[in-house]
C-alpha cells in the first residue's frame, strides 16, 4: 500500500461530524459568549454600584464614604477664604450619620453665623462618648466657618443678634428650633435619647449647604 493510498485511508476513518451536530456545537459556543458576557456586563454594573454608593451628593455638596474598621465616616470638603476672598485651604467634615437619614432631624429655620457663637447645654449629654465628640466637631467646623465657640452659662439668645447662641437641651423630638428677632441668631438644640449627634450634624449638614449655594 502506497503512502498516499494510506493517507486518504486515514482520512476517511476520520469522525464526521454531522449537520445536527456542528448546530448543537455553534450553540453551546453561542451560550458560553452570551453568558460570558451578562457576567462581565454584571460586574461592570456592580462596580458602578459601588461607586455610586462610595460617592453621592447631597444637596449639591460632594460626599465620600469613608470606612475606618467598623465604623463609617461622610466626609465632605469645602474651601476655606480669607476675608479678601482668597482660598487658603480646603477643610475635610467627617460625618457620623448619611446626611439623607437626617431629613428626619426638623429643622425650623435657618442657619445664620455671626463671628461669636456661644455653645450651652442644660445637662451633661455625655452619651457614651457621643456627647464630646458632637460638641468637639461642632466648634470646629464653626471655627472653620469664621465663628469662634465659647461657653457662658450666664448668656442667653441675643435679639441684637451680637453673637449666635446655641442651646442644647433635651426635646421630646431630636429638631432644632430657631427663635428670636429676624435679626437674631439664636438655635435651641433639641435631643431626643442621646442623639446629640444627629442633631449637631444636621446643623452642620445645612451649613455646608448654604456655603455650597454661596449664601
Not at 88 to 113: Q, S, T
Not at 195 to 207: H, M, P, R, W, Y
Amino acid at each position: 500500500m502506497n503512502k498516499k493510498k494510506k493517507i486518504n485511508e486515514a482520512k476517511d476513518e476520520e469522525p464526521k461530524i454531522s449537520k445536527e451536530e456542528l448546530e448543537k456545537q455553534n450553540r453551546t459556543l453561542k451560550n458560553i459568549f452570551i453568558g460570558l458576557g451578562i457576567f462581565i456586563f454584571g460586574g461592570i454594573i456592580v462596580f458602578l454600584f459601588i461607586s455610586s454608593v462610595r460617592h453621592f451628593e447631597y444637596e449639591g455638596v460632594d460626599f465620600n464614604v469613608v470606612k475606618e474598621g467598623n465604623l463609617i465616616f461622610y466626609n465632605a470638603v469645602f474651601p476655606i477664604h480669607s476675608i479678601t476672598g482668597k482660598h487658603i485651604a480646603d477643610y475635610n467634615v467627617y460625618l457620623r450619620n448619611n446626611p439623607f437619614e437626617l431629613k428626619d432631624v426638623a429643622f425650623d429655620g435657618e442657619v445664620n453665623l455671626r463671628e461669636d457663637a456661644v455653645v450651652n447645654m442644660t445637662k451633661n449629654f455625655n452619651c457614651e462618648g457621643d456627647g464630646v465628640i458632637a460638641i468637639a466637631n461642632l466648634v470646629q467646623v464653626l471655627d472653620k466657618f469664621g465663628t469662634k465657640a465659647i461657653k457662658d452659662p450666664e448668656a442667653g439668645c441675643d435679639i441684637k443678634g451680637a453673637y449666635t447662641f446655641i442651646q442644647i437641651r433635651e426635646g421630646d423630638k431630636t429638631s432644632i428650633e430657631s427663635f428670636g428677632p429676624p435679626e437674631a441668631s439664636c438655635y435651641n438644640f433639641y435631643v431626643k435619647d442621646c442623639e446629640i449627634l444627629e442633631v449637631t450634624e444636621k446643623f452642620i449638614v445645612n451649613l455646608l449647604v448654604k456655603a455650597r449655594k454661596g449664601e
